[in-house]
């Protein structure tokens, strides 16, 4: 296999990247003198000195590469533009901030080269140290998403993975510029492996997710692997056709039984009321895939290189 790329896509990361590289570097060092690697740090756009501290690894460490983004295009782009340069015939994805155990490259690249499987990943077991309120909600969206879409998404999964050229050239055949990755990656399918580790906290720096971030995180997943949404729409408008029906049936068996049926303003006051949000939360779905499809149509580049460093071609 020769080379293992380590991709790490870095947005305001100045804090923790000397550790990272650090840490990294150990481990580099621990494998067969066969395995050359390769850093690709890919720049989101960061305001802090994230590239500096980045071209200062790369001057003295002729196996560091990087790109930098003309602004912040978000997580997802930064790993697509990674993998897109990586030249190594293992490709591992790490977060920045230490959050993803370094020593994990050992076992996941054993398990790829000596147990026979295309994709190493690592999986949470525990969320120690993250706010409850996130832990539940994300619990909640894995299980609603692994329910409604074919993407085989792990609970607890994480970003964090190793896998062979092949893998990779599939992910980047998808070329869809909405781009939820962790989807992507079960959607292609090969064998997995799941390694297994408790949570880890951030080295330093902050996280990049607010509970709001990750909520419009969670919803571009669920619009991209999933179109049970819209059949939800019309199966709610279908179910209260059918209560109306009903409720028709009821009123006319009424004033045939009893006449006088000029009461129940406020009920009907409430029904109208009730069917109009149904019918602009249905309008609201289809808005959200009109709106991905129009994103989709205008083929806009997933992401924009401002410097690089020399060898990389300024796609
Ligand atoms: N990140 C990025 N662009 C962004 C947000 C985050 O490249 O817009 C990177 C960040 O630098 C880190 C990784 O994605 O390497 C994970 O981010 P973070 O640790 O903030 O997320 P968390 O681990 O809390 O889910
Ligand atoms: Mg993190």
Redesign the pocket.
């Known amino acids: 296999m020769g080379l293992i790329t380590i991709v790490?896509?870095?947005?305001?990361?100045e804090a923790v990247l000397p550790a990272f590289y650090e840490a990294v570097c150990e481990v580099a060092a621990s494998f067969k003198k066969s395995e050359a690697f390769e850093f690709l740090f890919?720049d989101?756009?960061?305001a802090d000195s994230t590239l500096a501290v980045i071209q200062g690894f790369a001057k003295h460490d002729r196996r560091v590469r990087y790109l930098s983004f003309s602004r912040?295009?978000?997580?997802e782009?930064?790993?697509y533009a990674g993998l897109r340069h990586a030249k190594g015939g293992l490709v591992a994805l790490?977060?920045?901030?230490l959050?993803d155990p370094p020593d994990y490259l050992k076992p996941m690249y054993d398990a790829i080269t000596e147990e026979g499987y295309d994709c190493a990943a690592a999986r949470r077991v525990s969320r120690k140290g993250e706010p409850k309120i996130r832990s539940f909600l994300a619990r909640r969206f894995y299980g609603i998403m692994r329910r409604i879409s074919n993407a085989d998404i792990v609970d607890g999964a994480r970003?964090y993975r190793m896998m062979t050229r092949q893998v990779v050239e599939a992910i980047l055949s998808v070329t869809e510029y909405n781009r939820f990755s962790k989807g992507i990656f079960g959607w292609v399918g090969f064998k997995t492996k799941w390694l297994e580790y408790e949570n880890i906290k951030?080295a330093a720096?902050?996280?990049?997710?607010s509970v709001w971030k990750l909520f419009k995180y969670s919803m571009e997943g669920i619009t991209a692997f999933s179109v049970a949404p819209l059949a939800l729409a019309s199966f709610s408008g279908i179910a209260l056709c059918g209560v109306a029906v009903i409720a028709i049936l009821f009123i006319i068996v009424r004033q045939l039984l009893y006449g006088g049926s000029a009461f129940g303003w406020p009920s009907m006051a409430c029904i109208v009321i009730f069917i109009g949000g149904i019918q602009l939360l249905c309008v609201g779905i289809l808005g959200q895939y009109l709106a991905k499809t129009y994103l989709e149509v205008k083929e806009r580049p997933v992401y924009i290189v401002r410097e690089a460093s020399e060898e990389e071609a300024q796609v």
């Open positions: 790490v896509p870095c947005y305001n990361e890919v989101d756009g960061s912040n295009f978000g997580k782009a930064a790993i790490m977060d920045a901030d959050q970003d951030r720096g902050e996280t990049k997710w």
